[in-house]
T-cell receptor, first 118, second 115 residues
């Protein structure tokens, strides 16, 4: 079974430029997450989707970040314009709905996109 | 408040040594999940174990074992007879069953296993 696929793996852009990341979750997983991981830290949630609905975007800096999950499968995360502080690894993960307690609801992660803003 | 503390930033051991990675969590929820993930240099977080708050049984999987103690809010991870391939960053995480099911990760412990 294919895992979570993200692209690109690496991206270097100049500040003020736009950038987009793409994620294809594991088939059958209705929940999709975007995390940001700064160097030496654990991942921090940016947004969680259940199917097409963004159920938790409280940590997403909405002035410059946007995300979409059309048709409840693939997702894109966009930053426009990028700032130097956005340099980080952006991780996508998917799972069965965490509302289903006592089922297999752990998240599976992609390899991430390492963004460098110069 | 929900919080996960991994007090050990880095640990260095020699191959075949046993090593324990500590994890202490804080939550007011009575229902929650705890997780451990491994992040090798490739960057992908690899799921290792899930434990729910109602199950305090310790678990062993090969060279890996986990000790969950609600009395001390700890969920420690032990690698027996460590190998070079165990070198990675290990994250402990907490997901309460309320508050939007948000998973909180610790800062991670970087494990170096030297040959």
């Amino acid at each position: 079974e294919a895992g979570v696929v993200q692209s690109p793996r690496y991206k270097i852009i100049e500040k003020k430029q736009p950038v987009a990341f793409w994620c294809n979750p594991i088939s059958g997983h209705n929940t999709l997450y975007w995390y940001r991981q700064n160097l030496g830290q654990g991942p921090e949630l940016l947004i969680r989707y259940e199917n097409e609905e963004a159920v938790d975007d409280s940590q997403l800096p909405k002035d410059r970040f946007s995300a979409e999950r059309l048709k409840g499968v693939d997702s894109t995360l966009k930053i426009q314009p990028a700032e130097l502080g956005d340099s980080a690894v952006y991780l996508c993960a998917s799972s069965h709905s965490p509302r289903a307690f006592l089922m297999n609801t752990e998240a599976f992660f992609g390899q991430g996109t390492r963004l460098t803003v110069v | 408040a929900q919080k996960v503390t991994q007090a050990q930033t880095e640990i260095s051991v020699v191959e075949k040594e046993d090593v324990t990675l500590d994890c202490v969590y804080e939550t007011r929820d009575t229902t929650y999940y705890l997780f451990w993930y491994k992040q090798p240099p490739s960057g992908e977080l690899v799921f290792l174990i899930r434990r729910n708050s109602f199950d305090e049984q310790n678990e062993i999987s090969g060279r890996y074992s986990w000790n969950f103690q609600k009395s001390t809010s700890s969920f420690n991870f032990t690698i027996t007879a460590s190998q070079v391939v165990d070198s990675a960053v290990y994250f402990c995480a907490l997901r309460p069953n309320t508050g939007g099911f948000k998973t909180i990760f610790g800062a991670g412990t970087r494990l170096f296993v030297k040959a």
